[in-house]
């Protein structure tokens, strides 16, 4: 599936991204730390659309036999 590449990237992503703000956070840089949890919502908006989109496409009954 073409879009399932982009989706492991992403949730890897979001992923450093959350450790980042929790570090961030814990060490005082509350404004970086917000910066950072509005890129981790973005980038969650666009995994929810990829997601969707995927299960869009594939076909709700199997092939014939």
Known sequence: MPGERKIQGLAGAAGF?????????????????RELRELIDIITAELGWLEDSAAASMPLVGPKN
């Open 17 to 33: 991204l959350c450790s980042a703000e929790d570090e961030l956070a814990a060490a005082g840089y509350v404004l970086w730390s």
